[in-house]
């Protein structure tokens, strides 16, 4: 399973963002200049992570971008559901009715990999873009 580029560009985003001092509001061209993002897929980013309420926009002179809400809030989770609309590792576990076998009940294969699902989630959930964040300023330190 790989994650598309813009969601690897929207981790790069969020993550900036999340190294500003509060309440900072950063132009789209900076974003783009310092994170290595066309501009015009930055736009495409912004969107989405707007609409999911992981970032907020900014109009005007001095606009830009800003997190929605406190790094410790978002996650690794929130940004690839964002991206990539609900985490699903295996086509019956988005919709059952893709089972070519017509499975009345779970399968076994269903069963471990609904499990997997589960613990990838939660696993993505926990890790944190202020945990990341405090990361990435401590490497920058050194």
Not at 76 to 86: H, K, Q, R, S
Request: proline share 4%; with cysteine.
């Amino acid at each position: 399973m790989q994650w598309n580029q813009a969601t690897d560009y929207a981790f790069r985003v969020v993550l900036y963002l999340a190294g500003l001092p509060p309440g900072e509001v950063a132009s789209g061209v900076i974003i783009a200049d310092r994170q290595h993002i066309p501009h015009r897929f930055l736009q495409k980013i912004m969107r989405l992570l707007s609409a999911a309420g992981v970032v907020k926009s900014f109009r005007g002179v001095a606009g830009g971008f800003a997190l929605a809400k406190a790094p410790a809030a978002i996650s690794l989770y929130d940004v690839i559901v964002a991206m990539e609309g609900p985490l699903a590792i295996h086509r019956c576990l988005a919709d059952r009715k893709a089972c070519n076998r017509d499975c009345e009940q779970e399968c076994p294969v269903h069963q471990a990999l609904a499990g997997i699902q589960d613990r990838l989630a939660a696993d993505l959930a926990s890790v944190t873009f202020a945990a990341l964040a405090a990361k990435a300023n401590k490497s920058s330190r050194r």
